[in-house]
C-alpha cells in the first residue's frame, strides 16, 4: 500500500545569504495558516552557512533543516575546508544529502559515499541519498542497473533503513526541464523500492522521492504515481511562491 506521507525538500546548492531568512518565513508562514489535513515534511537544504541560523528559525514540526553534503570523517579531522556529520548535527540540523550527481560527479565514489552515510549514521543524521542514471545510461538502457549498482554498493542491511530517505534524480533531468514519462517512473520507482527490500532483507517503507526539473506547472502529473513519496526540488525551490505552489498544485 502506498504511504500518504510526502516530502517536499528544497536543494538551494550554492544559493542563499542570512537575508534569503525571507523566503523560508514565507514557506513558513504558509505552512502554519495551511488548513489543507494532507500529511507533509518540509525540508530546505541550505549551504553549510545558513544551516545554523536557519535552524534556529524553525519552531513548526513540518520543517527542518537539510545540509547538502558531509565529510566522510565522523567528527573531527586535519583536512582543511572538510565539515562533519558531527558538525553538521550540532548546528541543528536533522538532515543531510548524499550523493548527488554534483557531487559525484566531483570525487564521490561508491566507497566515499559508504564512508559518509556510517558516519551521517553516527552522528545522527538522517540521509536524503541521491540516485540516478545519466542520458546515455538511460539510451543504452541501463537504468536498473545503474542503479542497482548505486543503491547496493553503498547501502548495507546494518544501516537503519529508518534512517534514510532515497531521492532518484535521472541525472539528464536536473535542470533542463525535462522529466521521466509516468511509465518510466513508476516502473523505475517500483523498482528501486525492490532494490531496497532486497538489501535490507524486508519490507522496508525507505521512502522514494523523486527529483528533476519539478516545477508548479508540472507537480500534479506525478500525482499518478502514488508510490513516489516526495521530491527533491533544485531551482523552484529558491522561490517561496514557486515552493509554495508545487506544494498546492501538488494537492489540488
Ligand atoms: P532541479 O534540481 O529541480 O533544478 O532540476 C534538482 C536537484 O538537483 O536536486
Known sequence: MANNMRYFIGNWKMFGIPNSL???RKINAFITKDKNNKIYKV???????LLESFSKYFTNKKISVSAQNCFHISQYSSNTGAISAFMIKKLGPKYVILGHSDNRSEGDDEIILKKKISAA????LLIIFCIGENKKEKQDKQTNTVLKRQLSKVLEKKFNAKNIIVAYE?????GTGKIPDVLY??????SIKKMLNIIFETKTNIPVLYGGSVEPSNIKQFRLI???DGFLIGGASKSAKKFIDIIKNYYK
Do not use: D, M, R, V
Not at 43 to 49: E, K, V, W, Y
Not at 121 to 124: P, T
Not at 185 to 190: A, D, E, P, R, V
Open 226 to 228: 502514488p508510490e513516489i
Open 121 to 124: 549514521i553516527e552522528n545522527n
Open 185 to 190: 517512473l513508476s516502473k523505475t520507482i517500483i
Open 170 to 174: 535521472p541525472i539528464w533531468s536536473i
Open 43 to 49: 525540508i530546505i537544504a541550505t549551504p553549510f552557512t
Open 22 to 24: 525571507s523566503i523560508l
